[in-house]
């Protein structure tokens, strides 16, 4: 059974930062390109952060500069860190695993809330 446990969601003051993580079980974790989406309430979900099973990273322009991803193969495990904070980037924040391309094998999390008050 694959599992997607994101942690370390929460209440940020505007300005501040918070590290979110993402274990996983049920996939060869090193195998998969692991990412972070969010949805913001009235909003559709939109891709955050991503890190290729070569470790290569990218982050969504709507963050760059306060985003940073990464992976630990040995736990599992991917993070994301993000940097002052601001109102707008309150929403659910979504753990994905994909494998391949072309026809891919997808998985999500159950999502962590990040509210950030101004």
């Known amino acids: 059974q694959v599992q997607l446990v994101e942690s370390g969601g929460g209440l940020v003051q505007a300005g501040g930062s918070l590290r979110l993580s993402c274990a996983a079980s049920g996939i060869i974790f090193r195998l998969y390109t692991m990412g972070w989406y969010r949805q913001a309430p009235g909003k559709q979900r939109e891709l955050v952060a991503t890190i290729t099973t070569g470790g290569s990273t990218n982050c969504a322009d709507s963050v760059k500069g306060r985003c940073t991803i990464s992976r630990d193969n040995a736990k599992n495990t991917v993070y994301l860190q993000m940097s002052s904070l601001k109102p707008e980037d309150t929403a659910i924040y979504y753990c994905?695993?994909?494998?391949?391309?072309?026809?891919?094998?997808?998985?999500w999390g159950q999502g962590t809330q990040v509210s950030v008050s101004s």
């Open positions: 994905n695993a994909k494998y391949g391309s072309g026809r891919t094998i997808e998985y």
